[in-house]
């Protein structure tokens, strides 16, 4: 079976005329005008002003997750709501404007991208953009978090381009709720993009799974299951809430613990993997299993301690933490015509003052956008 999307109003994006125009190599008008962007230094500039980035806490921020686009072409229940309204095509960053990004956040020690969204494959020109990305100096590791549909298609051009990983989400491996989980999606298209992404040696392969009460709590055996054969990481990761599905979020929330017991009442006690204290998830292994399992406690045990991330929204905000609203606006300016120096110190004082904790516990909870839109 070809990996068409299952929603037929979905099988394309619309371009608008602007899109259209950027992709033929034009300039494109946006509400801030006509977009020129000051050239980035050269590749010497750039390695002469490198330096590392330490936020107000002392940890060091090496490590840029993009949101490519907030579209999708699926609707998972935890993430969206069925009738979610995406931006329109001029307000999300342009190709250029993402280099020109990653370029200032190369030269403040970023060294590690993970392309997310929405759906980062179903971004058209996606494959150059990995390339122009991975090519940048100083930028090491290109990874992607994708929902694979397209990957059976897409995943040794992306290999090709620079792309190093993938991770996979997958919260069922039952036909039938994984389409009530994703809305309309068949599990098939992401057998075959996992597929395509070991044959590409997009590895190591790791596949994400939220735990929704309700949903797929019985799930996390069969999942856990599959790295007894597979040298995969399975990641089961914590529901979090955001913008319009919170309700739905705190009330279908799983806890790390919950999740383990589960894992343990089948396979016995989990033996714990050896851990970096950086990567949010947390690695056992099922004695004897030829892969492990990762544990992401966001809400019920946060690991601030040893988090590097910011992230850029698909309209271009650095922001400083997935759990709060906390955001530096970095496209307005430079579509305003801020130069490389500007933004620099726009994107550094942001990341000084990255965040620590979140503020559930308290009531504060990340309000302004849906998980799509900032990138998880
Ligand atoms: N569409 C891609 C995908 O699903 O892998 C990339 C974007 S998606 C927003 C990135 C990751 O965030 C996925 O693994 C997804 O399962 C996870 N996610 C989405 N909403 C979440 C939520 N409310 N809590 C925890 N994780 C969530
Ligand atoms: Fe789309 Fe990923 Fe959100 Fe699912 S989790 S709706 S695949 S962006």
Not at 75 to 94: D, G, I
Not at 149 to 156: F, H, P, Y
Not at 226 to 250: H, K
Request: charged residues 25%; negative net charge; hydrophobic residues 40%.
């Amino acid at each position: 079976m070809p990996t068409t999307m299952r929603n037929p109003k979905l099988q394309e994006l619309p371009l608008t005329e602007a899109a259209v125009a950027e992709q033929n190599g034009q300039k494109h008008q946006t509400k801030y005008g006509s977009v020129t962007l000051s050239p980035p230094p050269g590749a010497d500039a750039l390695a002469a002003m490198t330096e590392p980035t330490h936020d107000s806490y002392g940890r060091r921020v090496r490590y840029l997750r993009i949101s490519l686009t907030d579209a999708c072409n699926l609707r998972c229940v935890y993430c969206m709501p069925e009738h979610m309204q995406f931006r329109p095509r001029h307000e999300l960053m342009s190709d250029d404007e993402i280099i020109f990004l990653v370029n200032v956040a190369a030269s403040l020690g970023v060294d590690k991208i993970r392309l997310t969204g929405g759906e980062p494959t179903i971004r058209p020109g996606v494959v150059d953009l990995v390339h122009r990305i991975s090519t940048v100096p100083g930028i090491r590791d290109v990874a992607m978090t994708t929902n694979a549909l397209l990957l059976d298609k897409l995943a040794q051009p992306l290999a090709d381009a620079g792309l190093g990983r993938v991770n996979i989400s997958i919260d069922t491996i039952d036909p039938e709720r994984f389409r009530r989980i994703t809305r309309w999606g068949d599990i098939e298209d992401v057998w075959r993009g996992i597929d395509a992404a070991e044959k590409a040696a997009l590895l190591p392969i790791k596949l994400n799974c939220v735990v929704t009460r309700g949903f797929n709590e019985e799930d996390v055996i069969d999942l856990a299951g599959l790295t007894m054969e597979n040298d995969w990481e399975v990641r089961f990761i914590e529901m979090m809430p955001f913008g319009e599905v919170s309700d739905f979020q705190l009330s279908h929330v799983v806890s790390f613990r919950e999740i383990r017991q589960n894992v343990e009442s089948v396979f016995g006690p989990l033996e714990e993997a050896s851990y970096d204290f950086v990567d949010p998830s947390r690695p056992f292994r099922i004695p004897g299993a030829a892969g492990t399992l990762g544990f992401i406690s966001s809400v019920t045990e946060p690991f601030c301690q040893g988090c590097g991330r910011v992230r850029l929204t698909a309209d271009g905000k650095l922001r400083l933490c997935l759990l709060r609203d906390d955001e530096v606006d970095l496209l307005s300016p430079l579509r305003a015509g801020a130069d490389f120096d500007k933004i620099r110190a726009l994107m550094k004082d942001g990341a000084f003052h990255k965040p620590w904790g979140h503020g559930l516990d308290s009531g504060v909870f990340a309000e302004n956008r849906a998980m799509n839109q900032i990138g998880g």
